[in-house]
């Protein structure tokens, strides 16, 4: 077996028993669903394999996991092991090796660009898909983008993400946590890639509801009007309204609770179930009341 190939597998194996090893202890499901405490577990799992990377392996001839990682000497060398760890590993890539490409500074960023920008981001949704090695290489080159918080490549990503209409899953993923890296700064261009320019007479796609959740998970702190205004025109243009009404509902302005109780008042017959019953909870959530409002459906009491 390729060394480098033994190295992915002893990490994978080291990993899965630090992550058992720190769930021994933990009964609450509820915990566990956290995102706080996932993040929280994580860190204390990446923290507990530090020890791994300074012991020797019969199986990497004698070296350590921490050499083999020092021992790449370019910059090309070090994306083509990320592109392999990618392939191999089943959870996150080795922390050493992101620390070691950033030892290149940021001339690694053009590099990580290009190879996430490079393959077709595109999904078919008719028939299950394998991950291609390029799909997985490229979310996670998106991943460090955003761990990295580059925000000078943010309007080439979110003008392929867009032009994407059906995004692969690990990418539209790897996109939100890019987006999350960058932060507030993607706004603009967020707002930009959504607003009515930016659609040039195109209906919202799987790719603008994905940068729809994006949009709102960066901007629910500061709450600028003109997001509030972008997420209400998008409702407004979506041919299925649950994924606007979420984000309408996370988003957390008040002032979306008129304009979801609008859109059932003027389309009464025409809504389905989930789009309903998504509504309803973002009015909820909101602050709003539902009594004032007629279930069609009757599946519970809106009260």
């Known amino acids: 077996m390729d ?40 860190n204390q799992v990446l923290n507990s394999m530090q020890a791994w990377y300074s012991q020797p392996a ?44 950033g030892s290149f500074g940021t001339q690694a960023i053009p590099s990580l660009v290009k190879a996430a920008l490079t393959p077709s981001w595109k999904a078919d949704y008719d028939k299950e898909e394998v991950p291609t090695a390029e799909i997985l290489s490229a979310a996670i080159f998106l991943r460090i983008l955003g761990e990295w918080q580059a925000c000078e490549p943010q309007e080439d990503i979110i003008a392929k993400f867009i032009r994407t209409e059906t995004p692969n899953e690990l990418i539209a993923d790897a996109f939100k946590l890019y987006i999350s890296g960058v932060g507030e700064g993607a706004i603009p261009a967020l707002i930009k890639a959504l607003s009515a320019e930016g659609l040039e007479g195109r209906s919202l796609t799987d790719a603008h509801e994905y940068a729809l959740i994006a949009l709102t998970l960066v901007s629910q702190e500061s709450r600028p009007d003109e997001v509030f205004a972008c997420l209400r025109s998008c409702f407004r243009a979506m041919p299925h309204k649950a994924i606007g009404a979420i984000c309408i509902g996370d988003y957390g302005d008040p002032r979306g609770i008129a304009v979801l109780k609008s859109y059932l008042d003027r389309n009464i017959g025409k809504f389905d179930r989930q789009e309903f019953y998504e509504i309803l909870s973002s009015i909820k959530r909101l602050g709003g009341t539902t009594s004032d409002i007629h279930d069609p459906f009757r599946d519970f009491s809106t009260r």
């Open 58 to 101: 019969e199986s990497l001839d004698g070296l350590t996991p921490e050499s083999m990682i020092d021992g790449i000497g370019t910059l090309e060398e070090a994306m083509r092991r990320i592109a392999s760890a990618a392939v191999f590993c089943d959870d996150d890539i080795p922390e050493y090796l992101k620390i070691k490409l």
């Open 3 to 42: 060394r480098w190939n033994e190295f992915f597998t002893l990490y994978n194996e080291e990993l899965a028993a630090a992550y058992d090893k720190a769930m021994e202890n933990i009964s609450d499901e509820e915990q566990l669903r956290d995102p706080d405490f996932q993040e929280h577990l994580r």
